[in-house]
């Protein structure tokens, strides 16, 4: 694949050999055939032009937070977006670029003194992979105010509805497909510049703390449907019921898992539903670890666990 290096610098700055570690929160990961940066969306779309036809396998990389990549490496062309654009628009809407970090479009809300993307506050990774995954927080997610989503798909490009995006919990159409994020349009609502700073800080306060320094992916698993709990009511803390959510950190607690171990791999004894990398893991122990974490859930609570970070093996 080496005859198409010359071709991708066209598209951006590519490095051959890429570590993958140092690219992803993880720190897990082998090297990257290629590894290129796009900086502008017309790039990343005639980019993505070329490898289609080429039949060349890619991976589109955001902030690289929710993802755990295999030791062996990616035998294919590494995408990592840096798209920047980040403006305001009438009727208080932002449109955003997908390679832009989400913590960025928060602040700029709060310069613009407008709310609505508080809950995002203190979240790694970036607006592309945070419209993939639905990301949310504190009882709020990006789908509730976004209006589209730009996308490239088998060489065209349009927008989407928010409509027609699939979003659920943690999910939309773009975790099934093959679809590649371009950019997002948010409308927000005016706010008190105070006011919304002082709900960010409380966010920010609450997640401090409860969340290891070392790195991580982030939740590894999704929160269950309380409707999915067939023991008694009352086992379960009221406040999860009025949430519609039981966190699997506290299901990973009840089995007696915080802080078990398998090679460089850890549950995090802050929280239960953090895997983290404190000794050199390698991909087979985190994966050893979540099948160990699946298994004791199930036999205790017949409830399937079905991991947030996509794996790529």
């Known amino acids: ?22 690219n992803t929160t993880f720190k897990v990961g082998g090297i990257a055939h290629f590894f290129i940066e796009v900086t502008e969306e017309e790039k990343l779309i005639s980019l993505l032009n070329f490898l289609n036809s080429e ?10 937070s929710n993802v755990l990549f295999s030791d062996e490496g990616f035998e294919g062309v590494v995408i990592k977006l840096q798209t920047s654009e980040l403006k305001l628009r009438e009727d208080n809407e932002i449109v955003v670029a997908a390679g832009v970090l989400l913590n960025k479009v928060v602040n700029f809300a709060l310069q613009n003194k407008l709310s609505g993307m508080e809950w995002g506050t ?6 592309g992979g945070a419209v993939r995954g639905n990301a949310g927080a504190m009882g709020k997610e990006n789908a509730n105010c976004l209006v589209k ?28 497909n093959k679809d590649v994020i371009l950019s997002a349009v948010y409308k927000l609502t005016p706010g008190d510049e105070k006011s919304i700073k002082e709900i960010m800080q409380t966010y920010l306060k609450q997640r401090t703390g409860r969340f290891p320094n070392l790195p991580s992916a982030g939740s590894f698993f999704k929160n269950i449907e309380v409707n999915k709990w067939s023991g008694k009511k009352e086992d379960l803390p009221e406040i999860f ?11 990973v607690e009840q ?14 004894d802050e929280h239960g539903n953090f895997i983290i990398n404190f000794s050199n893991a390698k991909q087979a122990d985190i994966l ?12 205790k609570f017949g409830i399937e666990l079905e991991p947030e970070v996509k794996i790529i093996n």
């Open 149 to 176: 989503v730009k996308i490239w798909r088998d060489g065209e490009v349009f927008e989407l509805d928010k409509t027609e995006c699939g979003f659920g919990y943690r999910e939309s159409i773009f975790k099934n």
């Open 55 to 64: 039949d060349i396998p890619y991976f589109v990389l955001g902030g690289g």
């Open 255 to 268: 089995v007696g898992m915080k802080g078990f171990t398998i090679g460089g791999a850890k549950i995090s």
């Open 1 to 22: 694949m080496r005859e198409y290096y010359e071709e991708l610098k066209k598209y951006g700055k590519v490095k051959l050999k890429e570590s993958l570690t140092k």
């Open 122 to 127: 203190g979240i790694p990774g970036t607006v």
């Open 241 to 251: 019921w009025e949430r519609g959510k039981i966190p699997v950190g506290w299901l």
């Open 288 to 299: 050893s670890l979540v099948e160990t974490i699946k298994e004791k859930v199930y036999n």
